[in-house]
T-cell receptor, first 113, second 112 residues
Framework: DAMVIQNPRYQVTQFGKPVTLSCSQT?????MYWYQQKSSQAPKLLFH???????NEADTPDNFQSRRPNTSFCFLDIRSPGLGDAAMYLC????????????FGDGTRLSIL | QKEVEQNSGPLSVPEGAIASLNCTYS??????FFWYRQYSGKSPELIMS????GDKEDGRFTAQLNKASQYVSLLIRDSQPSDSATYLC????????????FGKGTSLLVTP
């Protein structure tokens, strides 16, 4: 009965080869988030969608893009992955924004060869 | 200046004891505070949320918030080895929009 589902759990790609990570939710939450977490570091927000409205964090590299075709799905596209993009990518949702709790999926661990 | 500070630990407590985890934050306008548990290689799992001064209890967990001191803590009673994990304090600051500002986490080890 997983509520925030990320696929795949592990992804290996080559340096510079585009990759897409996916997230789906059964909670019908309005807000979906993508976080990047590198080893021994705290998660860092890349961007979020409030419904269809996209919000990019100021320091998110242009290499990272996102799509939310409907309420349930959100995708993270990395156009030209570099070695520094190897990390755990976490999708989260909240019913509304602001102070509401965010619920995380199991994450996708991305490795770059 | 880091916005959310936690002692990285490791904090080691014997099974059955109370574990006390602490967090300070810099933005006095922060209104929403969360504790997440993260096992190695796994994603963060929400343990507690707290929004007003005082204590909030949920089972073996108690969150404490003191906005005047800009301090939030998590107490774990009757600690179990399965509680061994990294505990992340997260704050939604007045200037962070929707972003959870995480501390770097405190590693807790509960020894049998």
């Amino acid at each position: 009965d997983a509520m925030v589902i990320q696929n795949p759990r592990y992804q290996v790609t080559q340096f510079g080869k585009p990759v897409t990570l996916s997230c789906s939710q059964t909670l019908n939450h309005n807000v979906m988030y993508w976080y990047q977490q590198k080893s021994s570091q705290a998660p860092k927000l890349l961007f979020h969608y409030y419904d269809k409205d996209f919000n990019n964090e100021a320091d998110t590299p242009d290499n990272f893009q996102s799509r939310r075709p409907n309420t349930s799905f959100c995708f993270l596209d990395i156009r030209s992955p570099g070695l520094g993009d190897a990390a755990m990518y976490l999708c989260a949702t909240s019913r509304e924004g602001g102070g509401q709790p965010q619920h995380f999926g199991d994450g996708t661990r991305l490795s770059i060869l | 200046q880091k916005e959310v500070e936690q002692n990285s630990g490791p904090l080691s407590v014997p099974e059955g004891a109370i574990a006390s985890l602490n967090c300070t934050y810099s933005d006095r306008g922060s209104q929403s505070f969360f504790w997440y548990r993260q096992y190695s290689g796994k994603s963060p799992e929400l343990i507690m949320s707290i929004y007003s001064n005082g204590d909030k209890e949920d089972g073996r967990f108690t969150a404490q918030l003191n906005k005047a001191s800009q301090y939030v803590s998590l107490l774990i009673r009757d600690s179990q080895p399965s509680d061994s994990a990294t505990y992340l304090c997260a704050v939604i600051s007045s200037n962070s929009g929707y972003a959870l500002n995480f501390g770097k986490g405190t590693s807790l080890l509960v020894t049998p």
